[in-house]
């Protein structure tokens, strides 16, 4: 059974750095063709991806936000954290964790049930 | 590529039909077009991928349909449990979502 669970602080001050982390269990980030994505979804608003990791390491990042943001695996933990600096009170929202499959279909199979962070002072 | 989803909110009975509607902006490729159910509290679920191909576990009320840049999500006969909203979502040189279908209980 595959799972994913985001976890971090709920509340992070502006301009500070976040940092989440996507726990999964079930498969192997090493696995060739898998990814796991990061999307978040600000309240009321559209769902917004962020950043991938590949099973090979390799990364992708929205160009929007790519100079914030920082994504990396701990493949011994079962792990993929985001970090994204100089936190604003627009990235407030809910942000996703979620695996799929990178190569054909590039659509996301499984997801966190989200983690709600918010940027106030 | 922006993906355009209608309508934003469709009130239905269980029962009935559920038709909704994901529109690109540009012709895409059909094996990058998803759609996902969202619940308040659960994980979201993955229902098509490649446009028509229903995921694992997903009854086969939903089927999904179209190509080019109109795309179609259908629940044949709506479940109480489907009531939640749905996004369609697409690959292009990156990973993008539409804004969205509510559908409600009416």
């Known amino acids: 059974q595959i799972t994913l669970k985001e976890s971090g602080p709920a509340l992070v001050k502006p301009t500070q750095t976040l940092t989440l982390t996507c726990t999964f269990s079930?498969?192997?980030?090493?696995?060739?063709?898998?990814?796991v994505g990061w999307i978040r979804q600000p309240p009321g608003k559209a769902l917004e991806w962020l950043a991938l990791?590949?099973?090979?390491?390799?990364?992708r990042y929205i160009p929007s936000l790519k100079s914030r943001l920082t994504v990396t695996r701990d493949t011994s933990k079962s792990q993929v954290v985001l970090t994204m600096t100089d936190m604003d009170h627009v990235d407030t929202g809910t942000y996703f964790c979620?695996?799929?499959?990178?190569?054909?279909?590039?659509?996301?199979?499984?997801w966190g049930q989200g983690t709600l962070v918010t940027v106030s002072s | 590529i922006v993906l355009a989803q209608s309508p934003g909110t469709l009130s239905l009975s269980p029962g009935e039909r559920a038709t909704l509607s994901c529109r690109a902006s540009q012709s895409i490729s059909s094996i990058y077009l998803a759609w996902y159910q969202f619940k308040p509290g659960q994980a979201p679920r993955l229902l098509v991928y490649g446009a028509s191909n229903r995921a694992t576990g997903v009854p086969d009320r939903f089927s999904g349909s179209g190509s080019g840049t109109d795309f179609t999500l259908t629940i044949s006969r709506l479940d109480p449990e489907d009531f939640a909203v749905y996004y369609c979502h697409q690959y292009g040189s990156s990973w993008m979502f539409g804004p969205g279908t509510k559908v409600e209980i009416k």
């Open positions: 079930g498969f192997s980030l090493s696995t060739h063709g898998v990814g």
């Open positions: 979620a695996l799929g499959e990178m190569i054909s279909v590039r659509s996301f199979d499984y």
């Open positions: 990791i590949y099973w090979d390491d390799d990364k």
